[in-house]
């Protein structure tokens, strides 16, 4: 590619970009994707339903773990209809071990919105497509352009990457000015005869190539034509203005645990964190507890082993399992909304992913009391 003057963080302007920029950028972007490009499962399909699945799956999750997950959800839950169809409980152990599980309640809602909305047939139109429950502008774009070749440009966090070091500039991707700015930019480098393919290719350029620490500047095709190479800003960019704070909480389960049964509890699934799913029943705190909880009436604690801390976006989980024994041979009391269910069968319910490693190695290890 042709060779630009390299500058310190700036904000270029649209004009600034000269249309023989804008070509030898598509040009060879489209040309490496054409000999590096990934082969996913869904790759190839013009199928607007396998293509908003991956694209939901594949949000706040690794594309090495949403594989394995896309797979099984598409050869369970093959179209529009199955999925508005679906039992919550089997749609939850589908999605266990993703997190963020209002992916998958909405994209339930929004199955039912095109069986009765558009006859079962996934829309065509933009503003319909953005209109499904849970679809932002990144998705409808993905959806648009990769199923329709309608010319939307994709922004996501590869994209601001790509975009921020190609052009140098620092302007931040969490504010609204700056995220119109990138839109406006990704909408001007899009190749708008095949949206799609070209799509796909920043994606995947961001995510193999231009990686958010060490990238492989020597293997990018946009080579001498990014402003950022060979400085300081590699490194740095994209900016973010903001700084997310993290908040602690610590949470006390209990495993009531009387022949072999063990008492579990359903989830809020409209509200809060792992909406809809299974859980032990418990106390969450605010602070770092500096005793034992009290267990439920009837039960004695007999045995505590804390789990590794979990790491959600804005959170970080300090998790421990209280196990609970009762004396006696008359039937235990348990805590109101929960039900019994055979230690065995915890395989069969979704659980949070560090419940489910816990029930996993704990009936695994045969500790049954």
């Not at 908003?52 to 099984?72: M, N």
């Not at 309640?105 to 069986?115: C, S, T, V």
């Not at 700056?178 to 899009?190: D, K, S, T, V």
């Not at 039960?299 to 804390?306: A, C």
Request: glycine fraction near 6%; aromatic fraction near 8%; charged fraction near 25%.
């Amino acid at each position: 590619m042709t060779k630009v003057t390299k500058s310190k963080g700036t904000e270029l302007t649209p004009e600034s970009i000269t249309p023989a920029e804008l070509s030898a950028f598509r040009i060879e972007l489209l040309r490496w994707f054409d000999k590096h490009g990934r082969e996913l499962p869904w790759r190839g399909t013009r199928d607007p339903y396998r293509i908003w699945v991956s694209e939901i799956i594949l949000q706040q999750t690794q594309t090495v773990q949403g594989w394995d997950y896309y797979l099984r959800f598409i050869d369970r839950l093959p179209d529009v209809k199955s999925l508005a169809e679906a039992p919550e409980d089997e749609l939850m152990l589908l999605w266990q071990g993703l997190g963020y599980y209002s992916r998958a309640h909405n994209m339930q809602h929004a199955a039912r919105q095109i069986m009765e909305e558009h006859g079962g047939v996934f829309p065509r139109e933009e503003r319909e497509v953005a209109a499904l429950k849970g679809v932002g502008p990144y998705t409808t774009a993905a959806i648009m352009s990769i199923a329709y070749d309608y010319p939307l440009a994709v922004v996501d966090g590869n994209v601001y990457r790509v975009l921020s070091r190609y052009l140098a500039t620092d302007t931040p991707i969490d504010t609204t000015p700056g995220q119109r700015y990138y839109r406006q930019m990704a909408g001007l480098f899009l190749e708008r005869e095949q949206p799609g393919r070209y799509n796909q290719a920043m994606m995947d350029l961001g995510a193999t190539i231009c990686t958010p620490k060490n990238p492989l500047c020597a293997s990018c095709p946009l080579g001498g034509a990014c402003r950022s190479r060979g400085t300081e800003l590699v490194n740095l960019l994209p900016i973010k203005a903001h700084k997310t704070m993290v908040r602690e909480r610590w949470i006390e389960y209990f495993l009531l645990l009387h022949r072999e049964q063990i008492a579990i509890r359903r989830r809020d699934s409209r509200r809060g964190i792992w909406k809809g799913l299974y859980e032990l029943p418990g106390v969450v705190l605010g602070s770092e507890p500096t005793a034992l909880p009290t267990p439920p009436d009837g039960w004695e604690i007999i045995e505590t082993l804390p789990l590794k801390d979990h790491r959600l976006s804005h959170r970080l989980l300090h998790l421990r399992v209280h196990v609970c024994s009762t004396s006696g041979d008359t039937d235990p009391t348990y805590p109101d909304e929960t039900e019994q269910i055979p230690l065995s069968d915890h395989e069969t319910i979704a659980f949070p992913k560090p419940l489910r490693h816990f029930l996993d190695h704990y009936a695994g290890d045969n500790r049954l009391l």
